[in-house]
């Protein structure tokens, strides 16, 4: 999965970056995932490898857009692909101790084929309507689920930061030290 998610991803993307410096213009679509953004239990090696194709493309975005080229990360929720069909993977071994945890994801795994929400459709269009915006973003949530989950964890990390501030800062050596 790394392997496919993270390692293809950058060395496609090095073969067509003369190009885009040669012209110092075009933009880039990296496809993650909701995943990529807010870790599940059950979904641990799927979210490693879409949370570092997220640490790439921000970086990438940061480093070309100085030649004009953009960079949008999508990150779509479930749409009504093969992804929970014929190319889910589930661990062989099953083991009681996380059903409380992952049960809920081997139960979703099997209820979802062909239920999913998102029309492709409709992502492939948002898609074309990023690249073709004077001002498009660095992030594309794609789906009611991706959004949700996405403002959840916001609002979490908000309250969760400001619960730490004073051990976060205090972290510092003393101003002028």
Do not use: C
């Amino acid at each position: 999965m790394f392997e496919t998610n993270v390692l293809g991803l950058i060395r496609v993307t090095r073969a067509f970056l003369p190009q885009f410096r040669r012209q110092h213009a075009g933009h880039i679509l990296n496809l993650s995932s909701v995943a990529g953004l807010v870790g599940q239990a059950g979904w641990g090696y799927y979210n490693t490898s879409k949370f570092a194709v997220e640490g790439f493309s921000e970086a990438l975005a940061a480093e070309m857009a100085p030649l004009g080229v953009r960079v949008t990360i999508v990150e779509p929720g479930p749409f009504r692909t093969d992804f929970l069909g014929r190319s889910a993977v589930l661990a062989v071994r099953h083991m009681a101790e996380y059903d409380d945890s992952v049960g809920a994801t081997r139960e979703y795994f099997h209820g979802q084929p062909g239920k999913q929400k998102g029309d492709p459709l409709k992502a492939m269009h948002a898609m074309m309507a990023v690249v073709e915006s004077p001002n498009p973003p660095l992030h594309l949530l794609l789906g009611a689920l991706a959004y949700n989950r996405f403002k959840g964890k916001l609002e979490r990390w908000r309250e969760e930061i400001a619960a730490y501030e004073e051990v976060t800062l205090g972290a510092d050596f003393p101003e002028g030290e």
